[in-house]
T-cell receptor, first 116, second 114 residues
Framework: DAGVIQSPRHEVTEMGQEVTLRCKPI?????LFWYRQTMMRGLELLIY????????DSGMPEDRFSAKMPNASFSTLKIQPSEPRDSAVYFC??????????????FGEGSRLTVL | QKEVEQNSGPLSVPEGAIASLNCTYS??????FFWYRQYSGKSPELIMS????GDKEDGRFTAQLNKASQYVSLLIRDSQPSDSATYLC??????????????FGKGTKLSVKP
């Protein structure tokens, strides 16, 4: 079975450019999470969705960040405009929710973003 | 106070020894607790979960939870070089239906020397 699929795996861009990260969760999972990982701050939750609905976006740094989940099999995280401090590894994760929840998250391989 | 705290390490142990990893959390209403392992350049993967006070054993791994002290630990017996990784403690702040909202510590880097 395919795991969580993220793209691109690596992105190098210049300050001010728009960046879009993509995620396909595991089929059947109804919770999706976007995390950001840096050496300084560790793994931080940005936003999570249940059944395609954003539940908690309190971790989204500022208005430059936005996330969407138009259907159960696809989500995007957009940064516009990007800044050097956005450089990090962005992980997407999915899990079962509701009565099937176990609390286990399945992570994608991550998208390493470098903003010059 | 950070929500989930871990000693960043590195923790170095010889092969065959017991590695002890510790974690404290600040929110008393936390319901469930997890240990994830992350190899360098890879994504985190779940190795243990614990929900009740006491010990939970799975092979060479034992998770320990003390809710009164807000303390979680992970013991790795007979440590192997392949156990060298960063271990992330995670706490579920949610209750009721809001599961899965995991708060992670920064992780402890473990190095097992042959």
């Amino acid at each position: 079975d395919a795991g969580v699929i993220q793209s691109p795996r690596h992105e190098v861009t210049e300050m001010g450019q728009e960046v879009t990260l993509r995620c396909k969760p595991i089929s059947g999972h109804n919770s999706l999470f976007w995390y950001r990982q840096t050496m300084m701050r560790g793994l931080e939750l940005l936003i999570y969705f249940n059944n395609n609905v954003p539940i908690d976006d309190s971790g989204m740094p500022e208005d430059r960040f936005s996330a969407k989940m138009p259907n159960a099999s696809f989500s995007t995280l957009k940064i516009q405009p990007s800044e050097p401090r956005d450089s990090a590894v962005y992980f997407c994760a999915s899990s079962f929710g509701g009565t099937r929840q176990t609390g286990e998250l399945f992570f994608g391989e991550g998208s390493r973003l470098t903003v010059l | 106070q950070k929500e989930v705290e871990q000693n960043s390490g590195p923790l170095s142990v010889p092969e065959g020894a017991i590695a002890s990893l510790n974690c404290t959390y600040s929110d008393r209403v936390s319901q469930s607790f997890f240990w994830y392992r992350q190899y360098s350049g890879k994504s985190p993967e779940l190795i243990m979960s614990i929900y009740s006070n006491g010990d939970k054993e799975d092979g060479r791994f034992t998770a320990q939870l003390n809710k009164a002290s807000q303390y979680v630990s992970l013991l790795i017996r007979d440590s192997q070089p392949s156990d060298s990784a960063t271990y992330l403690c995670a706490v579920n702040k949610g209750y009721g239906g809001s599961q899965g909202n995991l708060i992670f510590g920064k992780g402890t880097k473990l190095s097992v020397k042959p």
